[in-house]
């Protein structure tokens, strides 16, 4: 197995370990209120602005442990360069990623179409980012494994 097919592996159980525990919290701390209430949009509002930079320094720090496991175990470093393959098989994992963002956006605003509560946009919001993150890494180990 390549140093990208291990890395995407740890990055792909990273997201969803972090997705998990943060999904916890948010769920046990959710206000039992009125639905449509000001202080429930306060609340989505404040998990999903938190939920960004929670998931951006957690991916450093597994990107970091990553690396140090990675050249502990295989004494070898990080690749320094990516060759057009790489940068190829990004663009496409990418490209299926913002599909499948873009699907759950639209699908969110349906949601409000359908006169859902407000809450299931929020939550259908979330999901589809998790889908998206889940749907590059998939497909960046489904082309390093096939090819392009």
Known sequence: ???QEKKNIASLIGTLLIFGCYCLYVFQSYP???I???ETFRFWGAVILIL???SIVAKIIINIV???IYRITTKEEEPSFSDELDKLIELKATRNSHYM????FLLSMGSLVLHMPPFVMFIL????GLASE???AITQLYLYRRGV
């Open 36 to 38: 449509d209430s000001t």
């Open 52 to 54: 960004i930079p929670v």
């Open 1 to 3: 197995m390549s140093y």
């Open 32 to 34: 039992e209120g009125s």
């Open 66 to 68: 990553f690396n140090i």
């Open 125 to 128: 919001l979330i999901f589809s």
């Open 101 to 104: 963002f873009i699907f759950g």
């Open 134 to 136: 889940v749907v590059g």
